[in-house]
């Protein structure tokens, strides 16, 4: 199994937003988030083969990514999974990588620091971040049959620059 790793785009100011009263997880895209995101994920279309599952924090930033991922590599649907928001521990998504065939590549969208302890944990075993996603930047990593922390195999981490860079 291969899994595609995405953190968000650029959202909005946290603390601008909490001036409207809504809750951190309503925070949305910003407009330049969007658009460099859209060019982020030409860059995943040339590199990555196209997961045949998506799974997205159910915050509003990531979602927003999700559906711009899915926009453009053609994913028909995406599914929200409550334990890609943050203050998760890693090992909650080992039952939503389980569901998958060890031959799928399936991705998902979420935010830092839990996709660097993700990455982390699943190539070393280890609870603490050793990888850093920038916001749009992606992370491809092969799970082998079963997904199991320190079991896991980097074949690359790219900053939203390097995607977008590959996309244009």
């Not at 711009?68 to 409550?82: H, K, R």
């Not at 334990?83 to 998902?108: C, F, M, N, T, Y």
Request: hydrophobic share 40%; charged share 25%; with cysteine.
């Amino acid at each position: 199994m291969q899994l595609l790793i995405i953190r968000h785009a650029i959202a909005e100011e946290r603390e601008e937003f909490a001036k409207s009263g809504q809750p951190d997880s309503e925070r949305p895209l910003t407009d330049y988030g969007r658009r460099r995101m859209r060019r982020n994920a030409r860059g995943l279309l040339r590199i990555a083969e196209r997961p045949s599952a998506l799974a997205t924090s159910p915050f509003a930033r990531a979602a927003e990514t999700a559906h711009i991922i899915a926009d453009t590599l053609g994913i028909t649907s995406i599914e929200v999974v409550d334990v890609l928001a943050p203050d998760h521990h890693p090992k909650e998504l080992i039952p939503w990588l389980s569901r998958h065939a060890p031959d799928e590549v399936v991705g998902v969208v979420g935010h830092e620091p839990q996709l660097g302890v993700l990455i982390s944990w699943l190539l070393s075993g280890r609870e603490e971040s050793h990888a850093l996603l920038k916001k749009g930047g992606a992370c491809l990593l092969d799970l082998g049959r079963d997904p199991e922390p320190g079991a896991a195999v980097l074949h690359w981490l790219l900053t939203p620059g390097q995607l977008r860079a590959i996309g244009d």
